[in-house]
């Protein structure tokens, strides 16, 4: 067969051996790889697992070449001296208890020294994020001091670079386990127990999260990303996340009230493509707050739905007891992804996943809405103005 496809043996015996070299070491890099750490607690982890490589790699090769001796070696002569006898015997129990003995005992020093590594950091400055797993999205708590300050996001922890952040870890339905490999080792998280975890980013960055327990059909795509960020812009984020959902623009009595602001005159047609954007997210409001689409029933846009959605009727002012059943919408439009990492959030994509969220992530427990062109489109425009 010939075309690009055929596969023709030229390259040298060294060309091999470096692409399978950098095919081997392609796994220390990328945006998950827990040997390409961004913070203490990776680094001790990714440290250790270069250490261990080495020790089992030299003890592969000593009993390998110790095999290859026994069985290459020519036969010794039937009648041995006692002198050889004995020296077998020292050997069996320097090689095979006294040597593996010595290596264990080096590596548990060694895995002690490194749990000392991973713990918590005793600082006292730490930030406190509340992380619960749910079928299958992370719901994210910034608690704060009166609980109506608190932030509440999904699939996105923020964190300020350089500080240490303490996970308090729960889950509401199954077994779930946080791993963001390039800062931390993974924690489970279990129903009925809170397990706390913690994790530090020594530099600015998005690094990227998974679940790694089983948890149901769509584990894989319980993904989260973990933003690091100088603490000057994690506090502005934090403020502007603390925010109720951006005011939707009151209905103008005409289009030069709308519009008036000092400055050089808006062109006509940027004045009536905005009334007509603003009109729209008005439209796609009603839409979401419509009790017969039922967005309100799982879903919380702070300053919306309060005292509308099921969360809020089952148990008002007790937090503690909430049902919580989808994401929270109220800057739905700030986050990087849609549906735990499934998809980056545009326009598009939000109209995809509205569309029929069991096509692209079966077994969610996102119903599909049949919403007519209109008022999909409307609700497009409001959530997308949720930033
Ligand atoms: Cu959650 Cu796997």
């Keep these: 067969m010939h075309g690009a496809l055929s596969f023709r043996p030229t390259g040298s015996p060294v060309t ?4 399978l070299l950098a095919l081997l070491t392609t796994g220390c890099s990328g945006p998950q790889s827990m040997l390409d750490p961004a913070g203490p607690g990776a680094a001790a982890i990714a440290g250790s697992w270069w250490f261990l490589l080495v020790v089992v790699t030299a003890v592969f090769l000593v009993v390998m070449a110790a095999l290859g001796r026994a069985i290459f070696r020519s036969r010794p002569e039937a009648d041995e001296s006692a002198d050889i006898e004995r020296r077998r015997v020292v050997l069996v129990i320097l090689a095979g208890a006294a040597v593996p003995a010595v290596i264990l005992a080096v590596i548990f020093v ?15 400055d730490e930030l406190v994020v509340e ?6 999205w992370w719901e994210v708590r910034y608690p704060q001091p009166g609980d109506a300050d608190t932030v509440v996001t999904a699939n996105e922890i923020h964190v300020p670079v ?5 996970l308090t870890l729960r889950s509401e339905d199954v077994i779930h386990s946080l791993w963001v490999p390039r800062l931390h080792g993974k924690t ?21 999260g998974q679940c790694a327990e089983y948890c149901g059909r769509q584990h894989t795509w ?26 939707v623009a009151p209905a103008p009595d005409s289009v030069s009230e709308a519009m008036d602001h000092p400055g050089p ?8 493509a905005g009334l007509a954007r603003n009109a729209r997210i008005r439209r796609g409001r009603e839409v979401f707050l419509d009790p017969a689409n039922r967005c309100v029933a799982c879903h919380t846009v702070r300053g919306e739905t309060d005292g509308r959605g099921t969360a809020e009727q089952a148990s008002p002012g007790d937090t503690a007891a909430r049902t919580v059943v989808g994401p929270d919408l109220t800057h739905v439009a700030s986050r990087r992804t849609l549906a735990a990492g499934l998809l980056r959030t545009n326009r598009g994509n939000m109209a995809g996943w509205i569309a029929n969220p069991q096509v692209l992530k079966p077994g969610n427990l996102m119903p599909r809405i049949p919403l007519e062109p209109a008022e999909l489109n409307a609700l497009l425009d409001y959530l997308m103005s949720l930033r």
Excluded at 131 to 136: K, N
Excluded at 188 to 208: C, F, K, Q, S
């Design 131 to 136: 992380v619960v797993g749910r079928q299958y």
């Design 265 to 272: 005159p808006v062109p006509d047609s940027v004045r009536a």
């Design 222 to 247: 319980m993904a989260l990303y973990v933003v690091a960020e100088p603490e000057e812009e994690f506090r502005a984020w934090l403020a502007r996340q603390r925010r109720p959902a951006a005011a």
């Design 188 to 208: 489970d998280m279990i129903p009925g127990r809170t397990n706390v975890a913690w994790l530090r980013a020594d530099e600015p960055g998005e690094y990227r």
């Design 110 to 124: 060694h895995t002690l020294l490194v749990l000392e590594d991973v713990s918590p950091p005793r600082s006292g």
């Design 16 to 19: 091999a051996r470096i692409a």
């Design 162 to 166: 350089g500080r240490p952040v303490s």
